[in-house]
């Protein structure tokens, strides 16, 4: 089992910045890859940045060049750097973990940008 712990959310004004954290703790030897993911109210939960195993990055396309994901492997620590922050950036962040045989989410983390 994986347990993910976000934190670092909260209310900024936009063209601010906040940085998530996520701790994942239990067995993460296993796991191939960790990223972050977000709700919007009424959206469906969508993709945000990914890193894998073997460092390769991923990130939608809305947030190329404002956010940065990258993780700590000492502190078995994930973290999306987010800059430049626009209202509609404003959801629930979720961190995630991929194994090859299970998928493992926090319980997320509100980020509210203000116009």
């Known amino acids: 089992q994986v347990q993910l712990v976000e934190s670092g959310g909260g209310l900024v004004q936009a063209g601010g910045s906040l940085r998530l954290s996520c701790a994942a703790s239990?067995?993460?030897?296993?796991?191939?890859?960790i990223g972050w993911y977000r709700q919007a109210p009424g959206k469906e939960r969508e993709l945000v940045a990914t890193i894998s195993s073997g460092g390769r990055t991923n990130n939608a396309d809305s947030v190329k060049g404002r956010f940065t994901i990258s993780r700590d492997n000492a502190k078995n620590t994930l973290y999306l750097q987010m800059n430049s922050l626009k209202p509609e950036d404003t959801a629930v962040y979720y961190c995630?973990?991929?194994?090859?045989?299970?998928?493992?989410w926090g319980q997320g983390t509100q980020v509210t940008v203000s116009s």
């Open positions: 239990g067995i993460t030897v296993n796991i191939n890859s």
């Open positions: 995630q973990a991929e194994s090859s045989w299970n998928v493992y």
